[in-house]
């Protein structure tokens, strides 16, 4: 006789079977995506604790890390010349703590007045074949998002917005979002976002982005040890395994 403890059974084996292994962040290669140098940001605190985040890096199976700290005129007055030199600081105590991981250092770039300038001075940290990554206010889309897009490429950078899928004003706009990249801009996504950790509305948007190819490449977004705890635990997360197993996804390239 099926009985509902038969039902529960069947259900128990078919839902083991299902269940993904955990993935392997060494098939990415590449993070991009973080703020690991210490005190110029709102990222690491020290170098201590920017150790640590390599460490775990390299223990997920990362092989290089572009950790990419703010830029932002009102805030975080960062320049070229103040990211590289204390990155060379992050590379001598990796060469000192003796564990292997390559990191570059680029930027994350606010959109406002002042990248404009930037961008036309050609004072941008980049990274890979000219790319060049910029985020959005989180508020209200800036008015002028497609000129900037113009303007990097006219100047022979290859944009790549940040976090598309936590902006607000995109949610649902897929339309918006394929006319940014058929304008030649790439889209990356944070891979915590797929956590829940931004908000159930950003989780469904990253998981939609994900089922209608939207993506180039993801990111960790690391500020601390947590953000990448965190990632671990989505290892056997179905979204991942699908972004992480796309072939052309920029990050297996970097």
Known sequence: MFTFA????????????SK??????????????????PGIDDGSKSLEESLAMLKKFAELGYKKVITTPHIMSDFYKNTPEIILGELEKVKQGIQEA???????????YYLDFHLEELIEEKNILTFGKNHVLFELSF??????VKEVIFQFQTQGYSPIMAHVERYPFY???????????????????NINSLSGQYGPAVKKM????????????????CHHLGHLELMESLRTNPYLHKIVNKTDLLNKTL
Do not use: W, Y
Not at 6 to 17: A, E, G, R, T
Not at 171 to 189: H, V
């Open 171 to 189: 949610f649902n706009q897929f339309q918006t979002i394929e006319d940014f990249k058929n304008r030649g801009c790439l889209i990356q996504l």
């Open 98 to 108: 003796d564990f292997t991981i390559e990191i570059e250092a680029a930027a994350e």
């Open 206 to 221: 990253a998981e939609q982005m994900i089922d209608k190819n939207l993506i180039d490449v993801i990111g960790s977004d």
């Open 6 to 17: 038969s039902m529960s059974f069947l259900k128990n084996i078919f839902s083991k079977k």
């Open 139 to 144: 508020s209200n889309e800036p008015p002028r």
């Open 20 to 37: 993904l292994n955990p993935i392997d962040f060494g098939m990415l290669n590449t993070d991009l995506h973080s703020h690991l140098i």
